[in-house]
């Protein structure tokens, strides 16, 4: 398992070589999220993401282990960027790895669907000059309903 919060961008090829670097993984399944240039109908200039050092961490290799023990999976990479962000910047990568690809794209997308609600990070779009603080969408969060988590 890597669980890593930087601000350095990352290589998706060397994190797929890692992950598929098991001879028993018979799947990988990837997921790369970049800074888009609208959102909700507003153009969007830049982003700012920030987070609470450790404890977004802790929750990260919380969730995954989650997922670990619903799915079997053998390994997870979850990278996620902070700091100030251009359009086109890549901003989280999230790998699985495993036997079947079923249970990877589940897994993947349960990490993501956490992502996108739960973990600690706040995320702040510059529109027009302005900062605009984000939250999460109705969407994400009917997304995240489907994996019956207890808070």
């Given at each position: 398992?890597?669980?890593?919060?930087?601000?350095?961008?990352?290589?998706?090829?060397?994190?797929?070589?890692?992950?598929?670097?098991?001879?028993?993984?018979?799947?990988?399944v990837?997921?790369?999220?970049?800074?888009?240039?609208?959102?909700?109908?507003?153009?969007?200039?830049?982003?700012?993401l920030?987070?609470?050092?450790?404890?977004?961490?802790?929750s990260?290799?919380?969730?995954?282990?989650e997922?670990?023990?619903?799915?079997?999976?053998?390994?997870?990479?979850?990278?996620?960027?902070?700091?100030?962000?251009?359009?086109?910047?890549?901003?989280?990568?999230?790998?699985?790895?495993?036997?079947?690809?079923?249970?990877?794209?589940?897994?993947?997308?349960?990490?993501?669907?956490?992502?996108?609600?739960?973990?600690?990070?706040?995320?702040?779009?510059?529109?027009d000059?302005?900062?605009?603080?984000?939250?999460?969408?109705?969407?994400?969060?009917?997304?995240?309903?489907?994996?019956?988590?207890?808070?």
């Open positions: 398992m890597k669980i890593s919060v930087q601000t350095e961008d990352f290589d998706v090829q060397k994190e797929y070589a890692k992950l598929k670097a098991n001879p028993h993984a018979g799947a990988v990837m997921f790369v999220g970049n800074v888009r240039d609208i959102n909700e109908g507003c153009t969007i200039e830049k982003m700012s920030e987070h609470y050092p450790g404890m977004t961490e802790k990260l290799t919380k969730i995954v282990k997922a670990q023990e619903r799915w079997h999976i053998q390994d997870a990479t979850v990278i996620h960027r902070v700091g100030d962000l251009e359009i086109n910047d890549q901003i989280v990568f999230v790998g699985v790895s495993g036997g079947h690809r079923g249970e990877c794209f589940d897994a993947c997308e349960f990490i993501i669907d956490y992502l996108k609600t739960e973990a600690p990070f706040w995320k702040k779009e510059t529109i000059g302005k900062g605009k603080w984000v939250d999460a969408r109705e969407s994400d969060d009917e997304a995240m309903s489907k994996w019956n988590l207890c808070k």
